[in-house]
């Protein structure tokens, strides 16, 4: 039984896992079919700077993932409040630095890599603003899955890849600016939820979490 069991967890975080990659780069096979050839070059490249910011993320989720959900398994909320606070200020520093990084070199990148498309700086922006959410709400998707809400999570990035779809329906045939526009509304929007969500945790999103007074180091 033990066996059926972690076969079955094991099976349900690797089609979460997918399911989730799947709707956060939704907008790849999107492009294709909206945006002309030197727009979704543009676009791609634009898109390949700004993933520098999750990847950066997902080095520190790894270091810290265990302790959180091992604290938030604990009875001691304080604690878990503390360290939330101070994950989503880590967060906070390595996406801020990850986004000024990635402005600075996006476009000598696009210069390197022939880009002619005179939108790209704007298209680059955007997807770093909407890339910049975990620095806005915190570390939503760590937090939510240390807390057994994974079902929530993925419940409204399903609901916020529903929403860009419908947008991108509704505008026609956007250009690059638009799509990237839309993909940052959707990312901020599935933050905001899951932070507002967390508050009934007693977690402080994004820099609020500086006001809070029992900030601990693990």
Known sequence: MGSVTKFKRLHAGVSGALF????????????????????????????????????????????????????AQGQLQLQFQAAAARVNLGYLMVCGAMAL????????????????????????????????APALFGATSL????????????????????????CIATVGAPDGRVLAQTLAAGQLAQACVCALLLTKSGVWPGLTALFHKQIRIF
């Open 143 to 166: 937090l939510m899955h240390a807390l057994d809400r994974a079902f929530f999570y993925n419940l409204i990035l399903g609901l916020t890849a529903l929403f860009f779809l419908v």
């Open 20 to 71: 989730r990659c799947a709707i956060k780069y939704i907008d790849i096979p999107i492009a294709p079919w909206t945006l002309e050839k030197k727009a979704l070059y543009a676009y791609l490249i634009a898109r390949v700077a700004s993933l520098l910011m999750p990847w950066a993320l997902s080095v520190l989720e790894y270091k810290v993932a265990p302790q959180i959900t091992s604290i």
């Open 101 to 132: 990084l990635v402005l600075y070199v996006g476009p000598y990148l696009a210069v390197l890599v022939g880009v002619a498309d005179p939108m790209f700086g704007e298209i680059l922006l955007w997807l770093v603003i909407g890339q910049s």
